[in-house]
């Protein structure tokens, strides 16, 4: 009888501290010009690409989940992808996921969080916006903070590479509820 309350509760401690992300990740870019993005596996977080339509403005066209999509007890569970980039202070430890993009892409980070309310938690996102450029390598670095929210930075590893920005762009109008 002991062995099943105490497997019983070990289960529900499990289950209780897991989080799914239900976005399909990202696919590599095979191509010789690739720049190369790395994350830190934990959390929520997403790149939405983004294309010029006809009327001039820019849609987003896909978006794809860049950390893990299963954790228990807020240790990825799936997740933990190299492929050799260099060392890296901002984004090191166990659990790092690294892709291959294609360059000159409209690409958008975005980090979703929930902040925790007295009577309800509300979801949240944090973004940052760049255009990756050949052979460059970048680091997406997602920092939290208890009072002031989550935080998503971009960083260019490439020795004098820099962040290329959107600079004035205009997004078209969400046509769906759900983007």
Known sequence: MAAKILITGLIALLLSGCTAGFRPSLDDYKGQDAAR??????????????????????KKVLERRITSGFAILVIPVT???????????????????????KPGQMIRVIHYWTKTGYYQNTQKSATAEFIPQANHDYDIVVR?????????????????????GWGEVKECPSESIFD
């Open 144 to 164: 939290g903070s208890e009072y002031s929210g989550d935080s998503v930075s971009i960083k260019n590893l490439t020795p004098n590479g820099a962040v290329v």
């Open 79 to 101: 997740g933990n992808k190299r492929i050799g980039m260099p060392a890296s202070s901002d984004n090191n430890g166990a659990f790092i996921n690294e892709f291959t993009l």
């Open 37 to 58: 993005i790395r994350v830190a596996s934990e959390g929520n977080t997403a790149l939405q690409f983004f294309e010029k339509q006809g009327s001039g403005c820019y």
